[in-house]
């Protein structure tokens, strides 16, 4: 269809998740958009959305247990860690408020958590501070061996339902590419209320330095062949 504002654009306005999208291009999230400047700029670069760099209750929890290592007072554990996670969390909706402020394309905030209350706690702030929309960032180390592939379907389920009755913004689920039946998984999702998936995570890479015998951190970046997996 032509824009009749510019004759020569052609419309690629969409809907993602009941998102107006001004064109298809999404920008995903990474360490490039956790700042509002970097997001202003995929905006003028034009991007149709952004997705936010997540907040990770892990590394909240990891921040906070460091600090109570370095603290000589025990009884102040509770202090630091609630302190931590009001900060942070604080920070992102922070980032969400001037996102919002500096940009008139969607702005879409992404949890990762692993606590089941966490999920609803971070995703009700969010929505409050002014997102457009939330990617669920769900990743589960799965190591127990007695674990059946539908208790990890039912935790998805689970944690997406609570969400959806928790906030009314579209919630999104990002997978991780090693997953049985993705099609039964996504019609699952979507008959439990998904507004959409994102297919897929590219899940931190670690790598092994055979000469220092320490765990470091592998190719960050994907590269042309890593594509053609992700399109079968
Ligand atoms: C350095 C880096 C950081 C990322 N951080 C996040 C993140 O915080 N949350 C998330 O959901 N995805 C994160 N991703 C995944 C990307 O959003 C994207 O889904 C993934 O990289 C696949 O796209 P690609 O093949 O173009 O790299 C990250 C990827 C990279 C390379």
Redesign the pocket.
């Known amino acids: 269809m032509l824009n009749i504002n510019k004759p020569d654009m052609i419309d690629i306005s969409t809907q993602y998740a009941g998102l107006n999208l001004r064109n298809p291009i999404i920008v995903?999230?990474?360490?490039l958009t956790r700042k509002p400047e970097q997001i202003k700029e995929f905006e003028k670069a034009g991007a149709g959305a952004v997705?936010l760099?997540?907040l990770f209750e892990e590394q909240i929890d990891i921040h906070s247990s460091r600090l109570m290592q370095e603290s000589d007072y025990p009884e102040a554990a509770d202090y630091i860690h609630e302190y931590v996670r009001s900060n942070q969390i604080q920070e992102y909706l922070d980032l969400i408020k001037q996102a919002k402020e500096t940009s008139t394309i969607p702005i879409i905030a992404?949890i990762?958590c692993y606590k089941s209350e966490a999920w609803i706690e971070f995703a009700q702030h969010i929505q409050a501070a002014g997102a457009d929309a939330l990617?669920l960032?769900i990743y589960f180390l799965e190591t127990d061996l007695t674990q059946d592939y539908d208790a990890t379907r039912e935790r998805y389920v689970r944690i997406l339902r609570r969400i959806k009755e928790a906030i009314t913004i579209p919630v999104i689920l990002?997978l991780g590419k090693a997953t049985s039946n993705i099609p039964a998984l996504i019609h699952l999702l979507k008959i439990n209320g998904a507004d959409g998936v994102?297919l897929?995570?590219?899940f931190y890479q670690p790598d092994i330095d055979i000469h220092k015998l320490q765990i470091v951190s592998g190719n960050?970046?994907?590269n042309h062949s890593?594509l053609s997996d992700?399109l079968r």
Request: glycine share 10%; proline share 0%; net charge positive.
């Open positions: 995903g999230s990474s360490g997705v760099k997540s992404s990762n990617e960032n990002k994102v897929f995570n590219r960050v970046f994907s890593d992700t």
